[in-house]
């Protein structure tokens, strides 16, 4: 009983840091994951680094968009899931 009250308050530590830290962080991936893979042509949508652009293709790991200055062609994961959403509510 004794060493169980040891290591009560790591395991207690352990449990509200994956709490509060890993499965937040784990919801948050997975999220950006199903937005990824929920892409298509015709979306409107805004990049990490803040180009606004309209997909116009697609392929397994990257995108075409096409912007004021062109089509860019980048990774799936460039595209700011929530940058995107607040795009998509200013425009309904």
Known sequence: MGQLSQ?????????????FMIRPQQKKMKQEKEFENSLKVGDK???????????????????????MAGKLKMERTA??????ASLAKKQA
């Open 7 to 19: 290591f009560a308050p790591f395991l207690l530590m352990f449990v509200v840091i994956y709490f």
């Open 45 to 67: 949508i805004i990049t990490k680094s803040g180009l606004h652009g309209k997909v116009v293709e697609l392929a397994d790991t990257t995108v075409v968009i096409e912007t």
């Open 79 to 84: 595209i700011s899931m929530e940058l995107s």
